[in-house]
């Protein structure tokens, strides 16, 4: 168990600065700051005294954690958390962590080191080891998006399994029979709960799920636009495609138009988040709404809370899904 003394001496300061910094009791430069909470990082100082430190910085900042910031899903996201977090008087440092596990540890040990009062996070992936780290040093964080039912954390989730269902019911109703569906990233648990709710729908109509008719994308469009391509040289051609994102179904609205394919008379399309590039697509993307800025807001006053009451029990809000038709499905408009 390291003492505070031989935090001193790592940090090169006396035992006294070491107690400012944790306590935050007198002012203390960045630079030894900085070096004082990286001290007790190295060492493992005592999870709850740097807790301590952290809950008593008072820096009115919150970190976001999102794995793709430059996806218009989470930039949407990050927009309502820092829009709602500046209306109650706080900042926001912004980490991408660009889906890597490794990175995403190195940005939670550099919102510690920034001493931020509470953090919104959005898994890099499925597992998240950062989370049992952040879990020892009890700061308030909430999770958006990607769950992580392992561990019982304040969570703010859109219903992705009713966005599925909904999204291939839809085109049920419109007479297709023959819907691929393009996936995201099978280990992410959204996009595994849209797959689930398509193929639900698909046996719920007594329609069969076909493997021929599903591909795997990753969340951008390129895996979209390949999909299709491939999708389009089957014998028997889908006359429908879900993708479980906007950015996919924009690279299958790409692939279509090179193929000559016409959609929605040839080809319905059927996207999904509702980014608001999603209508401005030609003809604009019909896809199931996920409520990013209701979903921000919960997240910032999820962990405001917490801020101001650590011993609240775990909250769990899912937002449900609703399908928004616009004109690459064809039926009403
Ligand atoms: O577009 C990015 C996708 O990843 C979204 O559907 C969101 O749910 C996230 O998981």
């Given at each position: 168990m390291s003492t505070i003394r031989e935090v001193a001496i790592r940090a090169g300061v006396s035992s006294t600065t070491v107690s400012h910094v944790i306590n935050n009791t007198r002012f203390v430069s960045e630079e030894v700051r900085q070096r004082v909470q990286a001290a007790m990082i190295e060492l493992g100082y005592h999870p709850n005294a740097l807790a301590r430190s952290l809950r008593r910085g008072e820096t009115n900042t919150l970190g976001l954690i999102l794995p793709?910031?430059?996806n218009p899903f989470f930039a949407e996201i990050g927009h309502s958390v820092e829009t709602a977090a500046f209306s109650h008087g706080y900042n926001v440092i912004l980490c991408n962590t660009d889906g890597d596990v490794d990175r995403e540890r190195t940005y939670v040990d550099v919102l510690l080191k920034k001493q931020v009062d509470g953090i919104v996070f959005v898994a890099a992936g499925e597992r998240s080891d950062s989370i049992s780290h952040i879990l020892k040093l009890e700061i308030p964080i909430v999770v958006v998006?990607?769950?992580?039912?392992?561990v019982q954390l304040d969570t703010v989730l859109s219903d992705n399994y009713q966005g599925g269902y909904l999204a291939t019911q839809h085109l049920i109703n419109l007479g297709h029979r023959r819907i691929a569906c393009i996936s995201g990233p099978s280990h992410l648990n959204p996009s595994a709960l849209r797959v689930t709710g398509y193929k639900q729908a698909l046996l719920d109509a007594h329609i069969p799920v076909y493997d021929h008719l599903m591909r795997q994308g990753n969340f951008h469009p390129s895996s979209g636009w390949q999909a299709t391509l491939d999708l389009l040289t089957l014998p028997e051609k889908p006359t429908a495609i879900f993708a479980c994102n906007d950015l996919m179904a924009m690279g299958v609205l790409r692939a279509a138009a090179e193929c000559g394919v016409?959609?929605?008379?040839?080809l319905a399309v059927m996207g999904y988040d509702d980014i608001e590039l999603s209508s401005y697509t030609t003809p604009a993307l019909s896809t199931v709404r996920q409520p990013k800025a209701e979903i921000g807001q919960t997240a910032v006053r999820m962990v405001l809370e917490r801020i101001q009451n650590k011993d609240i029990p775990p909250r769990r809000e899912l937002h449900p899904a609703q399908v928004i038709v616009r004109g690459t499905c064809g039926g009403q408009q």
């Open positions: 793709d910031s430059a998006d990607r769950d992580l039912p392992e016409r959609v929605p008379q040839e």
